[in-house]
């Protein structure tokens, strides 16, 4: 009722005259959200002034929070706090109030050219000018169900306000006619394109003091933590690469106890996810057994969808 409310206009959403991109899907969680906002930062970031406004989940402050050299998962939530940590030339900021975060982002000074809205796809309040949709290969929208059936958070006629439909975690092996299939069961509208991506994991994994090759830790007692969404694809990679590992999988966004840090701590070798260091590398400062494993968006017809981005930054 509240999207057709929005549809009728009944319901006001405020509309920008800048580039306002948001990332997001219809389900809960696990799409890939954080790797896709890295991509367009990646992408923007030489030619734009670009930030990212997220509500902050998990945090503890509330209103609006600029990132700063004083910040912590605390005070932003641990995504917006991996890209302020990634991304030096970036501004950074959480406000639960959407429109009273653009209001702040935009009296800075310098103020942002580009702003990112991470997981802005049913914040109707405001109208962003293009919106990237994501949807798991192994977890199509369209075949899932409204919660508390399914997973999605709204219909699947939402999908409709999209101008990109990104399937993600896809194998590297996806065919050109398995491609087709999915879009032909996605039956986007003539105004969507559809893209495909797959996870690249980086060969080489980090701690706070070093960095070392994934294969160093073959053959050596490690403990997997991950507190994502879906950690499926992170593990299975892992097998694939031959290490023996003893997987301790928490909840998304998962707030570390005391005595599950003491715990960890008696690990011979830890290895996370990014999302997830941002978290427990404060209590693992005086310990070199921490190490996580970053991942990168690889997007197939780029060339296509880089176009896509920029042709609409450019028409603003």
Request: glycine letters at 6%; aromatic letters at 12%.
């Amino acid at each position: 009722m509240r999207n057709k409310f929005y549809d009728a206009g009944i319901f006001k959403s405020t509309s920008y005259d800048f580039p306002l991109i948001a990332v997001g899907n219809l389900s809960v969680g696990g799409t890939g959200k954080t790797p896709m906002i890295e991509y367009l930062i990646r992408l923007l970031k030489s030619n734009y002034e670009v930030a990212t406004l997220s509500r902050g989940y998990g945090r503890t402050t509330k209103g609006f929070v600029l990132a700063d050299k004083n910040t912590d998962t605390m005070r932003i939530g641990d995504e917006p706090f991996q890209f302020y940590s990634k991304f030096e030339t970036i501004k950074v900021a959480v406000d639960a109030n959407r429109r009273e975060g653009i209001v702040n982002l935009r009296a800075l000074t310098p103020k942002p050219d580009v702003i990112l809205l991470d997981d802005a796809f049913q914040h109707r309040k405001i109208k962003a000018g293009f919106y990237v949709l994501l949807t798991s290969y192994n977890a199509l929208y369209v075949d899932d169900f409204l919660l508390p059936t399914g997973n999605l958070r709204e219909s699947k006629q939402g999908a409709k306000r999209a101008n990109a439909i990104v399937v993600t975690k896809c194998p590297s092996s996806l065919s050109e006619q398995e491609k087709n299939e999915i879009i032909k069961r996605l039956k986007p509208n003539a105004n969507q394109d559809v893209f495909f991506s797959s996870i690249e994991y980086s060969n080489t994994v980090y701690s706070l003091a070093e960095e070392q090759p994934l294969e160093f830790f073959k053959d050596k007692k490690i403990t997997l933590v991950t507190g994502i969404a879906n950690a499926n694809p992170l593990v299975e990679y892992l097998k694939s690469k031959a290490l023996d590992f003893k997987h301790l999988n928490f909840k998304d966004h998962h707030l570390f106890s005391e005595n599950e840090i003491n715990a960890l701590k008696e690990e011979h070798i830890i290895l996370t996810t990014e999302k997830d260091y941002m978290r427990l590398s404060p209590h693992f400062k005086g310990e070199g057994n921490l190490y996580y494993l970053p991942i990168q968006v690889s997007i197939d017809d780029k060339l296509r969808f880089d176009r896509l981005i920029n042709n609409y930054i450019e028409s603003c």
